[in-house]
């Protein structure tokens, strides 16, 4: 098993997701734009034992990520699975970003997951095998989370569009769309979340699902 490689790996869904495919027993890559929150989530996987490799990487940085997603490669070569798990959640209504503050919101739940998604998959294509997932949000569009709306509105073509190119190919491409806050503990705890994603990882190519819209579950 080559691994997994988590985009995006803060304190809530990313480490979760991270955790989860470790368990598994896969050697996982995670990527942050801080060093901080690499030093925190490698210290947190290692501590359960698995095999956890840090990168650091501005997903703005188009460049920057590219290196990374080559230097996880070079070390555990080309992943079973690709998780791009990073967005720019903030309070906005229409207008009142200018068009630049939205591009720049464009790069973080767009852009980066462009690079990533291509930069990976079509070498899951060459392999004829592996699992892309985006993490999705905003099912509704809503006026007080304008640019997040546009971007996981655009996440959710873009993912359409890679599954369609790439599916042929053997590469699931599959979002999972979260409908409310992330905490622990709550209806939206990040590791009742991940086990959607390492579901789509294992689903035989007949039963795959490109979507998953995750409501909130119980607390128990």
Request: charged share 20%; with cysteine; glycine share 12%.
């Amino acid at each position: 098993m080559s691994g997994a490689i988590v985009v995006g790996v803060g304190p809530g869904i990313g480490l979760s997701v991270a955790r989860r495919f470790a368990n598994e027993g896969l050697p996982v890559t995670v990527l942050a734009r801080t060093a901080e929150t690499i030093d925190r989530a490698t210290a947190d996987l290692a501590a359960s034992g698995a095999r956890v490799r840090g990168i650091r990487a501005d997903v703005t940085d188009e460049r920057a990520l590219r290196e990374a997603l080559d230097t996880a490669v070079a070390h555990e070569g080309v992943p079973d699975v690709l998780v791009y798990n990073v967005g720019l959640i903030r309070a906005d209504a229409p207008g009142e970003l200018s068009i630049a503050d939205h591009l720049e919101a464009w790069k973080i739940n767009v852009g980066g997951a462009m690079t990533a998604a291509t930069h990976i998959g079509s070498r899951m294509v060459d392999a004829g095998k592996g699992t892309i997932v985006f993490t999705g949000g905003m099912p509704n569009p809503e006026p007080t989370l304008t640019s997040l709306s546009l971007g996981k509105a655009g996440l959710r073509a873009f993912a359409e569009l890679l599954g369609r190119s790439y599916g042929p190919a053997g590469v699931h491409v599959a979002t999972v769309t979260v409908c409310g806050p992330v905490a622990p503990g709550t209806e939206y705890d990040p590791d009742a979340i991940a086990e959607h994603y390492w579901r789509l990882h294992t689903q035989a190519v007949q039963a795959w699902e490109h979507e998953v819209v995750f409501a909130g579950e119980p607390v128990a």
